[in-house]
């Protein structure tokens, strides 16, 4: 397959100003005239008009309203004899697409009936034939026809100019954007949907409706996206000065969608999963799930579709910069600073147990990619996650305000335009040139040009006579693929320094400044140290004997923090360090060393992972008086074998996942005795009483109960107690919420539990009419536990059931993806057979989604750290698919670069 490069972009030879497009709605044969006014760009040199088009069937082309000649070239159509200078002329083509065929829910497709479309990256040359490359912005006018009593509601971008009824039971709505867009925003869907609708004011004192559009029995689940939506429009306003744009904004949820949401303009496309949330069938993750989606999608309507991408490569430019909105929208969201904490490391667990393992896999990619084969490959973990720490480095460096007067001259500079990463990196510096951005710009950007994760090395050394600190930080980005040698980079590295008493103690450089982002009134002090070398020291004075330095807080940069702690200094920050990530992340190391130490071949798997101090150190936040309980939840909450994994593998030790995971279920069973009467007391205090309310507090309170109820049926199963997994099936039968539920359940079927399978059948026989709760009955048994390789045959047995489908990629992540991507013990087996499904999964859904297909290739991305045998069996899997001739090329792209 062909490879596109970053480096051979080119402006397209013709513009296209105004679109207009009619369709006439059809399952099987969707008929679409688009008439569109073009003029030639004529700051390129002369060349054909070469329109994109993918599985059209074209049925005639004018110009200027006559006969043409034109050619095809594969499924691109040309055009030749052109208008030589710039004024403008008109094509007219008329084109048939097959929705109903389309099972790669790219272009026009159908989900239960009604129509939808998906046009980001390339799904819009599926409808009609274009230009379809973001820096073509146009003008659209869209008439939409169809039966009236199958499709009532017929939606476009924009505002609705006309409607009425047509012959033969037929109707028409007509659409109008006033807002120039690129062709991946355009949007459509016709269908018998119902709405919840709201009238709001904005604080610029304009007039909007807001609508939630849902299939006719799902109204009642749409409370939460709209509050969710109000919040939003709220929140750009106050934050960033954005106001909503639109007198009519749309959200649609339909269950058919290769991913979360599609921010098309004005409406916005979503899977139900991020729309629909009611107490009985959504967990409080789901309820904070939609809430960031909702931001998201929203937030993006400047930040993507006011200001978009000149091309594909730029990616980021909108995405990392949305994420870390959204992230920062739930942060307010949450409240107090303790939630907002929690929601930080909520959010660096997913980088880490995501896109620290991409960056240093097969397919590393730098933020803003050199080359694809595949666009759609690179919606990735590093353009989303690691594009936001990117984003979020500026408003360390420059701090909120500067980070805000960045954005305020990028839409002042840019807003209407395609642009790049290069004019926000620009826009940031420019506008802040007091700080230290301008001087650093060209080596910060190395952020978007160089893959891996940095690796931070500290070293501390205390003179006690003088009464100083010197912390040398050094800075090594291990090789990718493509890349060997890595350039320094620019690394904000938020220091404190944990006293003997516990508290911080002030950081006051040589120079005799103080820490520059401490709050005046606050007594933590902490420093920013800017490490722009490859290696640097930073001394402080004044400092008492027996600190504990605290590094990297906020994880201020996505990289890999290098610090041999003792394990006193550890236990010290876990207890006392003022920054709740750093605490939590005290913790979390203590843990992973643990698990490292009791997974590697040479430790005696009898022996326990935890000593006695560190236990007492887990009992002391449990029962500590202040801590919330979202943050105990969090601290208590082992690390995922796959972090484990990637640890060891960041060590250059052979993961050997069966091992990894006997460690971790020795750990939790240690846990689960040694503290068992403090999780007694945890699930006593932290029942909840009166309705079910989705807020940090609430939430919080649930997670620290559920996690308890897991880890008191762990010590039930040891002792054959049968008290409480008694009450763990009452909870699944009785509970008032999913959270609940859902935690109970997981207890029983987490300790094997012989109640399990009653629970589950009520369960099924509870929600079998809602497909999203069923999704989790699903993944619920494909993340139990192996024992004896029973998951496999489970698995296959529930991919039999009448109500499994690869064709829906909700129902195909719940049960496949969650085998293959979250129980890597099931999944990597030694006889190969996980492997080997793995490899018939990726084909069977090649043939139907090739981008959902994609997705579970990269179940493998890490196959080169596995040890033996798993190692052997994944790279013969990996084989089998590769073997295969009739790959698409996104498949294609994923399983040749694993292989290398
Ligand atoms: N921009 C879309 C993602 C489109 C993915 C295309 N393969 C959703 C989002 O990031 O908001
Ligand atoms: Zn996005």
């Given at each position: 397959a062909a490879t596109i490069r970053r480096a051979d972009y080119a402006p397209p030879a013709f513009w296209i100003d105004s679109v207009n497009l009619t369709f006439d709605l059809d399952p099987a044969k969707t008929r679409v005239l688009n008439r569109m006014t073009l003029r030639r760009n004529m700051a390129v040199p002369a060349q054909p008009l070469r329109l994109d088009g993918d599985e059209l069937s074209l049925s005639r082309v004018l110009l200027g309203g006559q006969g043409c000649s034109f050619r095809m070239d594969g499924q691109t159509l040309v055009l030749e004899n052109l208008p030589e200078g710039p004024e403008p002329f008109e094509l007219e083509i008329f084109t048939t697409c097959c929705p109903e065929k389309n099972t790669q829910l790219m272009g026009l497709f159908m989900s239960g009936g009604d129509f939808f479309t998906q046009c980001e990256a390339e799904g819009f040359r599926r409808i009609t034939y274009f230009l379809d490359r973001p820096d073509v912005m146009a003008t659209y006018t869209v008439t939409l026809r169809a039966d009236k009593a199958r499709w009532p509601v017929l939606l476009s971008n924009g505002n609705l100019i006309e409607s009425g009824d047509l012959d033969d039971g037929r109707h028409f709505a007509i659409w109008h954007d006033p807002h120039k867009k690129p062709s991946y925003l355009f949007a459509v869907v016709a269908g018998r949907l119902v709405a919840r609708e709201q009238r709001i004011t904005t604080r610029a004192g304009k007039e909007h409706l807001l609508q939630v559009f849902v299939r006719p029995g799902d109204l009642d689940q749409t409370g939460h996206a709209m509050r969710s939506l109000m919040a939003a429009v709220a929140w750009d306003e106050a934050r960033f000065g954005l106001p909503l744009d639109l007198e009519r904004f749309m959200v649609v949820a339909t269950s058919d969608f290769n991913m979360g949401a599609m921010e098309n303009k004005g409406l916005n496309i979503f899977n139900t999963r991020f729309v629909l949330a009611k107490p009985a069938t959504a967990t409080d993750a789901d309820f904070a799930g939609v809430e960031s989606v909702i931001g998201h999608e929203y937030f993006h309507n400047w930040t993507g579709n006011r200001v978009t991408c000149r091309d594909w490569f730029q990616l980021s430019l909108k995405e990392g910069l949305t994420v870390f909105r959204d992230q920062e929208f739930s942060q307010d969201m949450a409240g107090s600073e303790s939630a907002r904490a929690v929601k930080r490391i909520e959010d660096v667990i997913v980088l880490r147990a995501h896109q620290f393992p991409e960056d240093a896999g097969p397919l590393a990619h730098p933020v803003r990619p050199d080359e694809y084969q595949e666009i759609n490959n690179f919606y990735t973990t590093t353009i989303y996650e690691k594009g936001a720490e990117v984003v979020r480095m500026y408003q360390t460096l420059l701090g909120r305000e500067g980070f805000r007067r960045g954005m305020d001259l990028y839409f002042e500079r840019h807003d209407g335009q395609a642009v790049t990463c290069d004019d926000f990196a620009q826009a940031m510096s420019d506008a802040n040139p007091q700080s230290p951005l301008p001087a650093l710009l060209p080596q910060f950007k190395r952020w978007y040009s160089q893959a891996g994760t940095p690796v931070v090395t500290a070293e501390s050394r205390y003179d006690e006579a003088a009464q100083t600190w010197t912390l040398t930080l050094a800075q090594h980005t291990p090789p990718t693929p493509g890349q060997a040698v890595k350039e320094p980079l620019v690394i904000p590295v938020r220091i404190g320094l944990v006293g003997p008493d516990g508290q911080d103690v002030p950081l006051q450089t040589q120079e005799g400044q103080q820490g520059e982002s401490a709050p005046a009134a606050a007594p933590a002090a902490t420093f920013t140290a800017l490490l722009t070398e490859e290696k640097a020291s930073f001394t402080f004075i004044n400092v008492p004997a027996g600190c504990a330095p605290s590094l990297l807080r906020g994880f201020s940069a996505p990289v890999r923090l290098q610090y041999a702690e003792t394990p006193a200094q550890l236990l010290h920050r876990l207890a006392h360090d003022s920054d709740p990530f750093n605490r939590w992340e005290a913790g979390q190391t203590l843990l992973l060393q643990a698990a490292t130490r009791h997974a590697?071949?040479?430790?005696?798997?009898?022996?326990?992972?935890?000593n006695g101090a560190q236990m007492e150190a887990l009992r002391a936040v449990l029962r500590h008086p202040q801590l919330d309980a979202a943050f105990k939840a969090l601290a208590l909450t082992l690390p995922a074998e796959s972090d484990i994994a990637e640890h060891m593998a960041s060590q250059g030790l052979p993961v050997d996942p069966q091992r990894i995971h006997a460690t971790r279920q020795a750990m939790l069973a240690q846990i689960a005795s040694a503290l068992q009467a403090d999780w007694q007391w945890a699930w006593q205090a932290h029942q909840g009483s009166g309705a079910y309310q989705p807020d940090a507090a609430s939430s919080g309170r649930r997670a620290l109960a559920g996690l308890a109820l897991l880890m008191l049926c762990l010590n039930a199963q040891a002792t054959g107690d049968a008290v409480w997994p008694g009450k763990a099936y009452q909870r699944a039968k009785d509970a008032g919420n999913m959270t609940e539920r859902l935690a109970a359940l997981t207890a029983l079927i987490h300790t094997h539990h012989p109640l399990a399978g009653k629970a589950l059948a009520r369960y099924h026989a509870l929600f079998a009419e809602d497909a999203l709760a069923l999704d989790k009955w699903f993944a619920l048994q494909a993340r139990t536990p192996d024992a004896d390789g029973h998951v496999l045959p489970l698995v296959r047995q529930l991919m039999q059931r009448p109500d499994f489908t690869l064709k829906n990629p909700n129902r195909a992540r719940a049960l496949i993806f969650t085998y293959c991507l979250n129980n890597p013990a099931a999944f990597h087996r030694a006889d190969g057979a996980g492997h080997a499904f793995w490899a018939e999964q990726v084909l069977a859904l090649d043939a139907l989604n090739p981008q959902v297909a994609a997705r579970l290739a990269r179940a493998l991305d890490r196959w080169a750290t596995l040890a033996e045998p798993y190692r052997s069996s994944a790279r013969a899997a990996l084989q089998t698919v590769a073997a295969r001739d009739t790959l698409s090329r996104d498949v294609r792209e994923v399983v040749t670069r694993a292989l290398g």
């Amino acid at each position: 397959a062909a490879t596109i490069r970053r480096a051979d972009y080119a402006p397209p030879a013709f513009w296209i100003d105004s679109v207009n497009l009619t369709f006439d709605l059809d399952p099987a044969k969707t008929r679409v005239l688009n008439r569109m006014t073009l003029r030639r760009n004529m700051a390129v040199p002369a060349q054909p008009l070469r329109l994109d088009g993918d599985e059209l069937s074209l049925s005639r082309v004018l110009l200027g309203g006559q006969g043409c000649s034109f050619r095809m070239d594969g499924q691109t159509l040309v055009l030749e004899n052109l208008p030589e200078g710039p004024e403008p002329f008109e094509l007219e083509i008329f084109t048939t697409c097959c929705p109903e065929k389309n099972t790669q829910l790219m272009g026009l497709f159908m989900s239960g009936g009604d129509f939808f479309t998906q046009c980001e990256a390339e799904g819009f040359r599926r409808i009609t034939y274009f230009l379809d490359r973001p820096d073509v912005m146009a003008t659209y006018t869209v008439t939409l026809r169809a039966d009236k009593a199958r499709w009532p509601v017929l939606l476009s971008n924009g505002n609705l100019i006309e409607s009425g009824d047509l012959d033969d039971g037929r109707h028409f709505a007509i659409w109008h954007d006033p807002h120039k867009k690129p062709s991946y925003l355009f949007a459509v869907v016709a269908g018998r949907l119902v709405a919840r609708e709201q009238r709001i004011t904005t604080r610029a004192g304009k007039e909007h409706l807001l609508q939630v559009f849902v299939r006719p029995g799902d109204l009642d689940q749409t409370g939460h996206a709209m509050r969710s939506l109000m919040a939003a429009v709220a929140w750009d306003e106050a934050r960033f000065g954005l106001p909503l744009d639109l007198e009519r904004f749309m959200v649609v949820a339909t269950s058919d969608f290769n991913m979360g949401a599609m921010e098309n303009k004005g409406l916005n496309i979503f899977n139900t999963r991020f729309v629909l949330a009611k107490p009985a069938t959504a967990t409080d993750a789901d309820f904070a799930g939609v809430e960031s989606v909702i931001g998201h999608e929203y937030f993006h309507n400047w930040t993507g579709n006011r200001v978009t991408c000149r091309d594909w490569f730029q990616l980021s430019l909108k995405e990392g910069l949305t994420v870390f909105r959204d992230q920062e929208f739930s942060q307010d969201m949450a409240g107090s600073e303790s939630a907002r904490a929690v929601k930080r490391i909520e959010d660096v667990i997913v980088l880490r147990a995501h896109q620290f393992p991409e960056d240093a896999g097969p397919l590393a990619h730098p933020v803003r990619p050199d080359e694809y084969q595949e666009i759609n490959n690179f919606y990735t973990t590093t353009i989303y996650e690691k594009g936001a720490e990117v984003v979020r480095m500026y408003q360390t460096l420059l701090g909120r305000e500067g980070f805000r007067r960045g954005m305020d001259l990028y839409f002042e500079r840019h807003d209407g335009q395609a642009v790049t990463c290069d004019d926000f990196a620009q826009a940031m510096s420019d506008a802040n040139p007091q700080s230290p951005l301008p001087a650093l710009l060209p080596q910060f950007k190395r952020w978007y040009s160089q893959a891996g994760t940095p690796v931070v090395t500290a070293e501390s050394r205390y003179d006690e006579a003088a009464q100083t600190w010197t912390l040398t930080l050094a800075q090594h980005t291990p090789p990718t693929p493509g890349q060997a040698v890595k350039e320094p980079l620019v690394i904000p590295v938020r220091i404190g320094l944990v006293g003997p008493d516990g508290q911080d103690v002030p950081l006051q450089t040589q120079e005799g400044q103080q820490g520059e982002s401490a709050p005046a009134a606050a007594p933590a002090a902490t420093f920013t140290a800017l490490l722009t070398e490859e290696k640097a020291s930073f001394t402080f004075i004044n400092v008492p004997a027996g600190c504990a330095p605290s590094l990297l807080r906020g994880f201020s940069a996505p990289v890999r923090l290098q610090y041999a702690e003792t394990p006193a200094q550890l236990l010290h920050r876990l207890a006392h360090d003022s920054d709740p990530f750093n605490r939590w992340e005290a913790g979390q190391t203590l843990l992973l060393q643990a698990a490292t130490r009791h997974a590697s071949a040479s430790a005696n798997p009898g022996e326990p992972a935890l000593n006695g101090a560190q236990m007492e150190a887990l009992r002391a936040v449990l029962r500590h008086p202040q801590l919330d309980a979202a943050f105990k939840a969090l601290a208590l909450t082992l690390p995922a074998e796959s972090d484990i994994a990637e640890h060891m593998a960041s060590q250059g030790l052979p993961v050997d996942p069966q091992r990894i995971h006997a460690t971790r279920q020795a750990m939790l069973a240690q846990i689960a005795s040694a503290l068992q009467a403090d999780w007694q007391w945890a699930w006593q205090a932290h029942q909840g009483s009166g309705a079910y309310q989705p807020d940090a507090a609430s939430s919080g309170r649930r997670a620290l109960a559920g996690l308890a109820l897991l880890m008191l049926c762990l010590n039930a199963q040891a002792t054959g107690d049968a008290v409480w997994p008694g009450k763990a099936y009452q909870r699944a039968k009785d509970a008032g919420n999913m959270t609940e539920r859902l935690a109970a359940l997981t207890a029983l079927i987490h300790t094997h539990h012989p109640l399990a399978g009653k629970a589950l059948a009520r369960y099924h026989a509870l929600f079998a009419e809602d497909a999203l709760a069923l999704d989790k009955w699903f993944a619920l048994q494909a993340r139990t536990p192996d024992a004896d390789g029973h998951v496999l045959p489970l698995v296959r047995q529930l991919m039999q059931r009448p109500d499994f489908t690869l064709k829906n990629p909700n129902r195909a992540r719940a049960l496949i993806f969650t085998y293959c991507l979250n129980n890597p013990a099931a999944f990597h087996r030694a006889d190969g057979a996980g492997h080997a499904f793995w490899a018939e999964q990726v084909l069977a859904l090649d043939a139907l989604n090739p981008q959902v297909a994609a997705r579970l290739a990269r179940a493998l991305d890490r196959w080169a750290t596995l040890a033996e045998p798993y190692r052997s069996s994944a790279r013969a899997a990996l084989q089998t698919v590769a073997a295969r001739d009739t790959l698409s090329r996104d498949v294609r792209e994923v399983v040749t670069r694993a292989l290398g």
